[in-house]
């Protein structure tokens, strides 16, 4: 099977935009969470979704936000960016009954 | 909330030799899941060993295996014959919460193994 795929790679951004990350999960995987990697904080939980809908959500504010497709695929948002988003943001998939998670390669977000 | 503590910022082996990465948690829990993966230069996280706490055999993936010592809380790996390409960014990792399957991880901050050649 492929593997979890994020898009895009790499992405620069300035203070105030917003942006939107894609991730595609293995096949069959309907679990899709999201994490950020900082080297200040480390790997924190965003948040997680089943079957297109929320599950659970990390410590982050609003600014934050994801959505699922039917097909599993998944977007998160980041409106109004901040500095201190820039990050590793990684897509992780899970069958959803073992805990589990595979990862994909991640998205490098800089914000100037 | 779950807690996970990795006390070893980095770590240093030679290649071929035999090293153990320390991971403690905190749960309440009697029956869950630890994980072990790997982040290289790449970025991209590798799982490298799961264990199942009420599994009384350490779990072994090649020259991978755990030490799971569940009444001290404590889930070590240790990497036998160390090859360069062990080189990684080493992460513990426990259920965010337990019942679902599937909620996320908690992960420690992480070793940063070096293999000398």
């Known amino acids: 099977k492929a593997g979890v795929t994020q898009t895009p790679r790499y992405l620069i951004k300035t203070r105030g935009q917003q942006v939107t990350l894609s991730c595609s999960p293995i096949?069959?995987?309907?679990?899709v969470s999201w994490y950020q990697q900082t080297p200040g904080q480390g790997l924190q939980f965003l948040f997680e979704?089943?079957?297109?809908?929320?599950?659970n959500k990390g410590n982050f504010p609003g600014r934050f936000s994801g959505r699922q497709f039917s097909n599993s695929r998944s977007e998160m948002n980041v409106s109004t960016l901040e500095l201190g988003d820039s990050a590793l943001y990684l897509c992780?998939?899970?069958?959803?009954?073992?805990?589990?998670?595979?990862f994909g390669p991640g998205t490098r977000l800089t914000v100037l | 909330a779950q807690t996970v503590t990795q006390s070893q910022p980095e770590m240093s082996v030679q290649e071929a030799e035999t090293v153990t990465l320390s991971c403690t948690y905190d749960?309440?829990?009697?029956?869950?899941?630890l994980f072990w993966y790997k982040q290289p230069p790449s970025r991209q996280m590798i799982l490298v060993i799961r264990?199942?706490?009420?599994?009384?055999q350490n779990a072994t993936e090649n020259r991978f295996s755990v030490n799971f010592q569940k009444a001290a809380k404590s889930f070590s790996l240790k990497i036998s014959d160390s090859q360069l390409g062990d080189a990684a960014m080493y992460f513990c990792?426990?259920?965010?919460?337990?019942?679902?399957?599937?909620?996320?991880?908690?992960f420690g901050k992480g070793t940063h193994l070096i293999i000398q050649p």
């Open positions: 264990q199942e706490a009420y599994k009384q």
């Open positions: 749960t309440s829990e009697s029956d869950y899941y």
């Open positions: 992780a998939s899970s069958p959803g009954d073992d805990y589990t998670q595979y």
């Open positions: 096949s069959g995987h309907r679990s």
């Open positions: 990792a426990y259920p965010r919460a337990l019942g679902g399957g599937a909620d996320g991880l908690t």
């Open positions: 979704y089943f079957s297109e809908t929320q599950r």
